[in-house]
Protein backbone atom coordinates (compact mmCIF):
# COMPACT_ATOMS: atom_id res chain seq x y z
CA UNK A 1 0.00 0.00 0.00
CA UNK A 2 2.77 2.43 0.82
CA UNK A 3 4.18 2.27 -2.78
CA UNK A 4 0.73 3.00 -4.19
CA UNK A 5 0.05 5.76 -1.93
CA UNK A 6 3.79 7.14 -3.33
CA UNK A 7 2.69 7.07 -6.52
CA UNK A 8 -0.54 8.61 -5.85
CA UNK A 9 0.90 11.38 -3.63
CA UNK A 10 3.47 11.75 -7.11
CA UNK A 11 0.76 11.40 -9.53
CA UNK A 12 -1.09 14.53 -7.96
CA UNK A 13 1.81 16.69 -7.78
CA UNK A 14 2.32 15.51 -11.89
CA UNK A 15 -1.49 16.70 -12.43
CA UNK A 16 -0.90 20.11 -10.39
CA UNK A 17 2.50 20.39 -11.86
CA UNK A 18 1.49 20.24 -15.68
CA UNK A 19 -1.89 22.42 -14.99
CA UNK A 20 -0.89 24.91 -13.10
CA UNK A 21 2.93 25.09 -13.25
CA UNK A 22 5.31 25.08 -10.20
CA UNK A 23 3.78 28.03 -8.08
CA UNK A 24 1.05 25.73 -7.96
CA UNK A 25 2.26 22.92 -6.53
CA UNK A 26 2.05 23.11 -2.52
CA UNK A 27 1.89 19.84 0.08
CA UNK A 28 -1.77 20.87 0.86
CA UNK A 29 -2.74 20.91 -2.40
CA UNK A 30 -1.17 17.23 -3.42
CA UNK A 31 -2.58 16.05 -0.32
CA UNK A 32 -5.87 17.28 -1.10
CA UNK A 33 -5.94 16.04 -4.62
CA UNK A 34 -4.04 12.65 -3.51
CA UNK A 35 -7.08 11.97 -1.13
CA UNK A 36 -4.36 11.91 1.72
CA UNK A 37 -3.47 14.30 5.06
CA UNK A 38 -0.42 16.68 4.40
CA UNK A 39 1.49 14.93 7.02
CA UNK A 40 0.84 11.53 5.34
CA UNK A 41 2.95 13.35 1.96
CA UNK A 42 6.26 13.21 4.58
CA UNK A 43 6.38 9.90 5.47
CA UNK A 44 6.98 9.39 1.47
CA UNK A 45 8.94 12.42 1.45
CA UNK A 46 11.35 14.60 2.99
CA UNK A 47 10.00 17.85 2.32
CA UNK A 48 8.58 20.16 -0.59
CA UNK A 49 12.27 20.09 -2.62
CA UNK A 50 12.09 15.92 -2.09
CA UNK A 51 8.49 16.17 -4.22
CA UNK A 52 9.60 18.51 -6.64
CA UNK A 53 12.32 16.38 -7.44
CA UNK A 54 9.76 13.55 -8.66
CA UNK A 55 8.47 15.76 -10.88
CA UNK A 56 12.15 16.29 -12.44
CA UNK A 57 13.20 12.67 -12.45
CA UNK A 58 9.47 12.33 -14.56
CA UNK A 59 10.65 15.01 -17.02
CA UNK A 60 13.63 13.24 -17.16
CA UNK A 61 12.04 10.04 -17.51
CA UNK A 62 10.51 11.54 -20.52
CA UNK A 63 13.10 13.11 -21.86
CA UNK A 64 14.76 9.64 -22.12
CA UNK A 65 11.92 8.20 -24.21
CA UNK A 66 12.19 10.97 -26.37
CA UNK A 67 16.21 10.54 -27.12
CA UNK A 68 16.58 6.34 -27.43
CA UNK A 69 15.17 6.83 -31.26
CA UNK A 70 18.48 8.95 -31.79
CA UNK A 71 20.33 6.36 -30.51
CA UNK A 72 19.18 4.05 -33.69
CA UNK A 73 21.50 6.16 -36.13
CA UNK A 74 24.23 4.29 -37.58
CA UNK A 75 27.20 6.61 -36.63
CA UNK A 76 27.88 8.75 -33.91
CA UNK A 77 27.95 11.91 -36.08
CA UNK A 78 24.09 11.27 -36.88
CA UNK A 79 23.24 9.99 -33.43
CA UNK A 80 25.02 13.41 -31.95
CA UNK A 81 22.51 15.24 -34.50
CA UNK A 82 19.18 13.20 -33.65
CA UNK A 83 19.97 14.00 -29.90
CA UNK A 84 20.11 17.25 -30.51
CA UNK A 85 17.17 17.48 -32.83
CA UNK A 86 15.43 14.96 -30.07
CA UNK A 87 16.55 17.48 -27.14
CA UNK A 88 14.84 20.21 -28.85
CA UNK A 89 11.12 17.99 -30.10
CA UNK A 90 11.33 17.76 -25.89
CA UNK A 91 11.88 21.18 -25.19
CA UNK A 92 8.85 21.96 -27.56
CA UNK A 93 6.34 19.51 -26.91
CA UNK A 94 6.89 19.18 -23.20
CA UNK A 95 7.47 22.78 -22.08
CA UNK A 96 6.60 22.53 -18.56
CA UNK A 97 8.73 19.81 -18.07
CA UNK A 98 11.75 21.41 -20.05
CA UNK A 99 11.30 24.41 -17.68
CA UNK A 100 11.63 22.90 -14.48
CA UNK A 101 14.14 20.36 -15.41
CA UNK A 102 16.41 22.94 -16.93
CA UNK A 103 15.34 26.15 -16.60
CA UNK A 104 14.77 26.86 -13.51
CA UNK A 105 17.90 28.18 -10.79
CA UNK A 106 19.15 25.71 -8.37
CA UNK A 107 22.38 25.11 -6.80
CA UNK A 108 25.55 25.04 -8.51
CA UNK A 109 27.98 21.95 -9.92
CA UNK A 110 31.58 22.70 -8.67
CA UNK A 111 32.77 19.34 -9.65
CA UNK A 112 30.82 18.65 -13.39
CA UNK A 113 32.83 14.79 -13.34
CA UNK A 114 32.02 14.21 -9.68
CA UNK A 115 27.92 15.21 -10.91
CA UNK A 116 28.06 13.19 -14.35
CA UNK A 117 29.06 10.34 -12.01
CA UNK A 118 26.88 10.81 -8.67
CA UNK A 119 23.54 11.89 -10.69
CA UNK A 120 21.85 10.14 -14.07
CA UNK A 121 22.54 12.64 -16.39
CA UNK A 122 21.28 10.83 -19.43
CA UNK A 123 21.05 13.19 -21.91
CA UNK A 124 24.21 14.99 -21.10
CA UNK A 125 26.35 11.26 -20.92
CA UNK A 126 25.03 10.42 -24.27
CA UNK A 127 26.39 13.36 -26.38
CA UNK A 128 29.45 13.22 -24.17
CA UNK A 129 29.51 9.47 -25.68
CA UNK A 130 29.14 10.48 -29.55
CA UNK A 131 31.13 13.31 -29.04
CA UNK A 132 34.02 11.04 -27.60
CA UNK A 133 33.09 8.42 -29.91
CA UNK A 134 33.47 10.88 -33.23
CA UNK A 135 36.59 12.23 -32.03
CA UNK A 136 37.89 8.35 -31.76
CA UNK A 137 36.69 7.40 -35.00
CA UNK A 138 38.57 10.94 -36.34
CA UNK A 139 35.47 12.64 -37.34
CA UNK A 140 35.78 15.22 -34.98
CA UNK A 141 39.57 16.74 -34.28
CA UNK A 142 40.62 15.18 -30.78
CA UNK A 143 39.87 17.37 -27.82
CA UNK A 144 38.73 16.92 -24.18
CA UNK A 145 35.12 15.30 -24.38
CA UNK A 146 33.83 16.83 -21.38
CA UNK A 147 34.65 20.26 -22.31
CA UNK A 148 33.38 20.10 -26.32
CA UNK A 149 29.99 18.79 -24.85
CA UNK A 150 29.81 21.42 -22.25
CA UNK A 151 30.35 23.96 -25.19
CA UNK A 152 27.56 21.73 -27.31
CA UNK A 153 25.25 21.92 -24.60
CA UNK A 154 25.59 25.83 -23.97
CA UNK A 155 24.79 26.06 -27.54
CA UNK A 156 22.06 24.01 -27.71
CA UNK A 157 20.61 24.85 -24.49
CA UNK A 158 20.72 28.60 -24.97
CA UNK A 159 19.47 28.76 -28.40
CA UNK A 160 16.11 26.72 -27.17
CA UNK A 161 16.00 29.41 -24.13
CA UNK A 162 16.79 31.86 -26.25
CA UNK A 163 13.53 30.66 -28.28
CA UNK A 164 11.51 29.97 -25.19
CA UNK A 165 11.78 33.77 -24.74
CA UNK A 166 10.52 34.58 -27.76
CA UNK A 167 13.49 36.24 -29.13
CA UNK A 168 13.29 33.88 -32.84
CA UNK A 169 9.40 35.03 -32.83
CA UNK A 170 6.31 32.57 -31.99
CA UNK A 171 7.17 30.11 -34.93
CA UNK A 172 8.62 27.05 -33.74
CA UNK A 173 9.14 25.61 -37.50
CA UNK A 174 11.20 28.72 -38.44
CA UNK A 175 12.95 28.33 -35.34
CA UNK A 176 13.55 24.65 -35.81
CA UNK A 177 15.11 25.98 -38.75
CA UNK A 178 17.17 28.30 -36.90
CA UNK A 179 18.25 25.69 -34.68
CA UNK A 180 18.77 22.76 -36.88
CA UNK A 181 21.26 25.09 -38.91
CA UNK A 182 23.35 26.44 -36.01
CA UNK A 183 23.70 22.48 -34.72
CA UNK A 184 25.32 22.30 -37.80
CA UNK A 185 27.58 24.54 -37.90
CA UNK A 186 28.71 23.50 -34.05
CA UNK A 187 29.39 19.96 -35.10
CA UNK A 188 30.98 20.93 -38.82
CA UNK A 189 33.49 23.27 -36.24
CA UNK A 190 34.59 20.86 -34.33
CA UNK A 191 35.30 18.91 -37.74
CA UNK A 192 38.90 17.53 -38.82
Same mark, same amino acid.
Given at each position: ???? /??????? *???????? $?? +? %????? &??????????????????????????????????? /??????? *???????? $?? +? %????? &?????????????????????????????????????????????????? $?????????????????????????????????????????????????????????
Amino acid at each position: MSDD /LRQRISA *AAQELFLR $EG +L %EGVSM &RKVAEMAGVSAPAIYRHYENKDDLLAEIVDEGLRI /LETYLQP *ALEAPTPL $ER +L %ERLAD &RFLDFAIEQPKYFEFAFMIPSRSINDVRTELSEKNWVTFNLALEQIGACM $ESGVFRKDEPLGTAITMWAGVYGLIALHRMHRFGPDDELFRQIYKASVTRMLDGLKK
